[in-house]
Each structure stands twice: as structure tokens, then as C-alpha cells.
């Protein structure tokens, strides 16, 4: 069981606070430091200082850190086109030394597309276009080089590109995820290294892992061969009052947290993780970590919860 960090900083964080964590999970030795791609803060905190972009963020990451892989949970394909995309995204990857991760999803938050000027099709159009983005991505990285790439699609036309640059990797992970019945399992049957389901119950997972397991086995693919994650909102302390004292200062309930999330004692969080493994079959945890100035909070875990597992 490998435990990965998950912020949001569109509630509020600058590059140097991210630049803090990301360090402080490197040292403290967690797989991978992951971001949202958020323009718009949600909730009641005032997203101050604003918001800050995954890929420019993990521009300035790739240099200054060193080992800890970094990704998107996920990359909004409602913001970007698709060939400076893949573009930005190899530059990162080459700049990494090979540590990028690429978490892609259609979008879904219409208020900070119409805060920032994006335009937000309807739920079909966003698939639509989703699919032929991560087509469109894929092609160009593994295009053999001296040759190019071509699509024409209904979204999207690419006519003759020389599709550079490449990544550091021979393959960039590629992250699907979401509880979409159909078309979701489908695209990750072709395409994904790893199938992630963010803040959803067990009994969900389950059903929405099989649907995964069922697509794959139709296109003749083994799906032992994706990596299976979920993401958890983080509350974990020493003792009761650690943690009541964290979920007060990220605004949530501790019952609720230890319900919906992964809350309590290093104990208790051991166990559930346990029952998250046990029923679904997790590789994978991102620690959804809400309040960034509690680094001890980050170190804790690593210290408390990763030796059991």
C-alpha cells in the first residue's frame, strides 16, 4: 500500500507553500506529491492568494525537488487544448527527470469557467471532448520520432505534427477516474495505468472497480494491469484531541471525517485503510491534506500510519 499527498490549493496556497509540502513529503518518503486543477476556491475559505496552475506549479517542483513523483488529480480538459497540453506536460516530465504523472478528467465545476472565461459545454460535449484529448495525448507521446501525428475528430483536428516534444518516460502514467457507468470504464480499459475514485464509500468502489475489471476483460485487456487508488480526505492524530483539533481547523466533524474519510488514531486509520484493501482491492491512498501549514500532520502519518502498512 503506497500513501501519495493530495492538496487543493485553490483554497488557498501559494507556489511556496506548495513548495513546503511537497518537500516535506519527499523527506518524509511518500510516493508522489498531487495537486487539483482548480481555478476557483470552493466553499467558504476566501481562496487567497489565488489560484495557481498544476503545470507551471510542477515546472518550478521538478526543480526543486528531487525524487518525489508529482501528478493531477485531475488536469480539466475544459482548460487546455490538447497538443500544448501534451506539450507542457513532456517539458515537465523531461524537467522532472521522468517523475510526472498525468491525472486527466472533462471538468465539471461550471463556476470558475465562468469566473475565468472558459467556455463550459454540456456534460455529452465534455466527454466528447475528454476522449478525444486523451487520444490526442497519447498519440503524440508515442509516436516514434521522425514521424508525425495525425487526428480529425469532432472536436479537434491535428494534421501532420511532428508531436514533440517526448517525455523522459517511454510511458507517462496516465490516471482516469470517476463513477461514470459506462463511457468511463471504457476509456480506462484503453488507455489508463491507473484508475483513481476520489471521496467515495467503499460499497461504490466496488461496484465501480468492477465495472473496470468488466471493460478491460472486453477489450481483451488484463485488469490486473491498472493500478487501482483512491483519494480520502486526511485527518489523523496522536490522540483524540490531535484530531479533533485538525478537523476543527480544515471546518469538518470528526464523526463525519471518520465516516467519509480516513480520520482517528494511527490505529483506527490503519484499520480502515485495512477495510479499503480487504474490499476493493487499493494500491494506492491519496491523503486529501487540507490544511498545508500542518506539516506535522504530514510527518506524523509517514511516522504513525506508513510502517504499519
Given at each position: 500500500?503506497?500513501?501519495?499527498?493530495?492538496?487543493?490549493?485553490?483554497?488557498?496556497?501559494?507556489?511556496?507553500?506548495?513548495?513546503?509540502?511537497?518537500?516535506?513529503?519527499?523527506?518524509?518518503?511518500?510516493?508522489?506529491?498531487?495537486?487539483?486543477?482548480?481555478?476557483?476556491?470552493?466553499?467558504?475559505?476566501?481562496?487567497?492568494?489565488?489560484?495557481?496552475?498544476?503545470?507551471?506549479?510542477?515546472?518550478?517542483?521538478?526543480?526543486?525537488?528531487?525524487?518525489?513523483?508529482?501528478?493531477?488529480?485531475?488536469?480539466?480538459?475544459t482548460f487546455r487544448h490538447p497538443g500544448p497540453l501534451a506539450i507542457?506536460?513532456?517539458?515537465?516530465?523531461?524537467?522532472?527527470?521522468?517523475?510526472?504523472?498525468?491525472?486527466?478528467?472533462?471538468?465539471?465545476?461550471?463556476?470558475?469557467?465562468?469566473?475565468?472565461?472558459?467556455?463550459?459545454?454540456?456534460?455529452?460535449?465534455?466527454?466528447?471532448?475528454?476522449?478525444?484529448?486523451?487520444?490526442?495525448?497519447?498519440?503524440?507521446?508515442?509516436?516514434?520520432?521522425g514521424g508525425t501525428f495525425s487526428f480529425e475528430g469532432k472536436h479537434?483536428?491535428?494534421?501532420?505534427?511532428?508531436?514533440?516534444?517526448?517525455?523522459?518516460?517511454?510511458?507517462?502514467?496516465?490516471?482516469?477516474?470517476?463513477?461514470?457507468?459506462?463511457?468511463?470504464?471504457?476509456?480506462?480499459?484503453?488507455?489508463?495505468?491507473?484508475?483513481?475514485?476520489?471521496?467515495?464509500?467503499?460499497?461504490?468502489?466496488?461496484?465501480?472497480?468492477?465495472?473496470?475489471?468488466?471493460?478491460?476483460?472486453?477489450?481483451?485487456?488484463?485488469?490486473?494491469?491498472?493500478?487501482?487508488?483512491?483519494?480520502?480526505?486526511?485527518?489523523?492524530?496522536?490522540?483524540?484531541?490531535?484530531?479533533?483539533?485538525?478537523?476543527?481547523?480544515?471546518?469538518?466533524?470528526?464523526?463525519?471525517?471518520?465516516?467519509?474519510?480516513?480520520?482517528?488514531?494511527?490505529?483506527?486509520?490503519?484499520?480502515?485503510?485495512?477495510?479499503?484493501?480487504?474490499?476493493?482491492?487499493?494500491?494506492?491512498?491519496?491523503?486529501?491534506?487540507?490544511?498545508?501549514?500542518?506539516?506535522?500532520?504530514?510527518?506524523?502519518?509517514?511516522?504513525?500510519?506508513?510502517?504499519?502498512?
Amino acid at each position: 500500500m503506497e500513501l501519495r499527498i493530495f492538496t487543493e490549493p485553490q483554497q488557498g496556497a501559494s507556489y511556496d507553500d506548495l513548495l513546503r509540502v511537497a518537500r516535506t513529503a519527499e523527506d518524509a518518503g511518500y510516493g508522489a506529491f498531487f495537486r487539483s486543477d482548480h481555478y476557483l476556491r470552493m466553499g467558504s475559505a476566501d481562496g487567497l492568494p489565488g489560484p495557481t496552475d498544476p503545470w507551471i506549479t510542477f515546472a518550478g517542483l521538478a526543480r526543486d525537488t528531487s525524487t518525489i513523483r508529482l501528478g493531477t488529480l485531475m488536469t480539466a480538459a475544459t482548460f487546455r487544448h490538447p497538443g500544448p497540453l501534451a506539450i507542457s506536460v513532456a517539458q515537465v516530465d523531461q524537467m522532472s527527470g521522468g517523475r510526472v504523472e498525468f491525472g486527466i478528467g472533462a471538468g465539471w465545476y461550471e463556476a470558475e469557467h465562468t469566473a475565468y472565461g472558459l467556455p463550459f459545454p454540456s456534460l455529452g460535449e465534455r466527454f466528447e471532448r475528454y476522449e478525444e484529448q486523451v487520444a490526442i495525448i497519447t498519440g503524440l507521446w508515442e509516436t516514434p520520432l521522425g514521424g508525425t501525428f495525425s487526428f480529425e475528430g469532432k472536436h479537434y483536428t491535428l494534421t501532420d505534427s511532428p508531436a514533440l516534444p517526448k517525455p523522459a518516460q517511454e510511458r507517462v502514467p496516465l490516471l482516469i477516474g470517476g463513477m461514470g457507468a459506462k463511457r468511463t470504464p471504457a476509456l480506462a480499459a484503453s488507455y489508463a495505468t491507473e484508475f483513481n475514485l476520489p471521496f467515495v464509500g467503499i460499497d461504490a468502489a466496488v461496484e465501480q472497480f468492477a465495472r473496470v475489471d468488466t471493460a478491460c476483460e472486453e477489450t481483451g485487456r488484463d485488469p490486473k494491469e491498472i493500478i487501482r487508488s483512491v483519494a480520502l480526505v486526511a485527518c489523523v492524530g496522536r490522540t483524540d484531541a490531535d484530531v479533533a483539533r485538525r478537523a476543527a481547523a480544515i471546518g469538518r466533524e470528526v464523526d463525519e471525517l471518520k465516516q467519509n474519510g480516513l480520520a482517528g488514531t494511527p490505529a483506527e486509520v490503519v484499520d480502515r485503510i485495512g477495510a479499503w484493501r480487504d474490499a476493493t482491492g487499493v494500491q494506492r491512498v491519496y491523503l486529501q491534506t487540507l490544511d498545508l501549514a500542518d506539516l506535522d500532520h504530514i510527518t506524523d502519518i509517514a511516522s504513525d500510519v506508513a510502517p504499519q502498512l
